[in-house]
C-alpha cells in the first residue's frame, strides 16, 4: 500500500523530481505549488507556505484525496541573493519567511495526523550553503542552516512517536534557482566541485526517497549530503 506524500513546491525542479520519485514508488502524492497548475500524473494544490491557512487547507486538501499525510517534504524554497551592505529587510525576512518559516509551517501541521498514526517522515530540502555559509547569500544560508536546528530538535520532540525528521543538503542542481547563476559563478563552483559537476533533480530526490523508505527507519536527525563532495567535513 503506497503512503501519502506531500511535497511543497513539487511543481518543478528538486521537488518536482521527489515527487515524481515518491508516486513511481507507489505513493499517492499531492504537490503544491504558488499558482496550482496542473502537473501532469500529480495532484495539485494551490499554496503559499508563508500564509500558515493555505500550509493548512493543502494537507486538509491531500488528506481528503489520500488520507493522512505520513511523508512530509517540505523543498519550496527562494534566493534573494546580495551583499549584507545592500541586503533590504525585505531580502532577509522573505527568505527566512519562505526556507525557514515555512518548512516549521509544513513541519506542525504534518506532525498532528502523524502522532495520531504513530508514524511518519519529515524531510527538509535544507542546502551545502547552510553548512559552508556563502558570500552573498547571508539569508539563504542563515535559512537552510535553521532548518538542521529545527530538524534536530523535531527529531527529539517526536523520536518516541515513530516520527522521523531528517535533512537533504544538495549542493549544486541543474535547476531554474541555478540557471539564474552567471557563467563564471557557475564555473567557479564547477571547479570546487570534487566531482566536478551538477547534481541532476533526481539524485537528490533518489536521497529524500531513502530517508522517506522504510530501510531508514532509524536515521533521524540526520543531515544527507547531495553534493558531489563539496561540503565534505562539514
Ligand atoms: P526552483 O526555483 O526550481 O523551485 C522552487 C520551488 O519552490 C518552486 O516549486 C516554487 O513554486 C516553490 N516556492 C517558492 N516560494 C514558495 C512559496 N512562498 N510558497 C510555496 N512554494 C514556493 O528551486 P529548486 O528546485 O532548485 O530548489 C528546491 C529546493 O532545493 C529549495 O529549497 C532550494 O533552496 C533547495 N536547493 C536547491 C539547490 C540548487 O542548486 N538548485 C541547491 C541546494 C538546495 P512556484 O513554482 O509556485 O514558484
Do not use: W
Not at 506532525?111 to 556563502?134: D, N
Not at 541543474?174 to 559537476?197: E, H, W, Y
Request: aromatic share 4%.
Amino acid at each position: 500500500m503506497g503512503r501519502s506524500a506531500l511535497v511543497t513546491g513539487g511543481n518543478r525542479g528538486i521537488g518536482l523530481a521527489i515527487a515524481r520519485r515518491l508516486a513511481a514508488a507507489g505513493d499517492a502524492v499531492t504537490v503544491t505549488s504558488r499558482a496550482g497548475a496542473e502537473v501532469p500524473g500529480l495532484a495539485v494544490v494551490k499554496c503559499d507556505v508563508r500564509d500558515p491557512s493555505a500550509v493548512d487547507a493543502a494537507f486538509a486538501a491531500a488528506e481528503a484525496r489520500q488520507g493522512p499525510v505520513e511523508v512530509a517534504v517540505a523543498n519550496a524554497g527562494i534566493t534573494r541573493d546580495q551583499l549584507l551592505a545592500l541586503m533590504s529587510e525585505d531580502d532577509f525576512g522573505a527568505v527566512l519567511d519562505t526556507n525557514l518559516a515555512g518548512a516549521y509551517r509544513v513541519a506542525k501541521r504534518a506532525v498532528r495526523g502523524m502522532i495520531r498514526m504513530r508514524r511518519g517522515r519529515i524531510i527538509f530540502i535544507s542546502s551545502v550553503v547552510g553548512l559552508l555559509g556563502s558570500g552573498g547569500q547571508a539569508n539563504y544560508a542563515a535559512s537552510k542552516a535553521g532548518l538542521i536546528g529545527l530538524a534536530r530538535s523535531l527529531a527529539r520532540e517526536l523520536g518516541t512517536r515513530n516520527i522521523t525528521v531528517n535533512v537533504v543538503a544538495p549542493g549544486f542542481v541543474d535547476t531554474d534557482m541555478t540557471t539564474a547563476l552567471a557563467d563564471d559563478k557557475r564555473a567557479a563552483i564547477l571547479a570546487s566541485v570534487p566531482l566536478g559537476r551538477y547534481a541532476s533533480a533526481d539524485e537528490v530526490a533518489a536521497a529524500v526517497a531513502f530517508l522517506a523508505s522504510g530501510d531508514a527507519a532509524y536515521i533521524t536527525g540526520a543531515v544527507l549530503p547531495v553534493d558531489g563532495g563539496l561540503g565534505m567535513g562539514h
